[in-house]
């Protein structure tokens, strides 16, 4: 288990301007993206114990995480 936050620009290097103009450009991208952005902090302070909860919410919160990565990344592929 990492305690790196994962934020979307370290996730997809390279793809920091076509990040933020999708940001601005399109609401539903927007959208998963201020999602993605509240689901890590969930995860990072689930994992640092700054906010601790069950094993299995942790859990359940990182796959979470990941179907919206899975997302952002189909959108930036286009």
């Not at 601005?24 to 999602?35: N, T, V």
């Not at 906010?51 to 919160?61: F, I, N, R, S, W």
């Amino acid at each position: 288990m990492s305690h790196t936050p994962h934020e979307l620009n370290d996730e997809f290097p390279g793809y920091a301007a076509k990040i933020s103009e999708l940001k601005q450009s399109d609401a539903h991208f927007a959208k998963l993206a201020e999602d993605y952005h509240e689901l890590n902090r969930q995860v990072h302070t689930a994992e640092t114990n700054v906010a601790p909860v069950g094993d299995l919410t942790e859990v359940e919160l990182r796959k979470k995480r990941a179907a919206l990565k899975d997302e952002i990344a189909a959108y930036l592929k286009d």
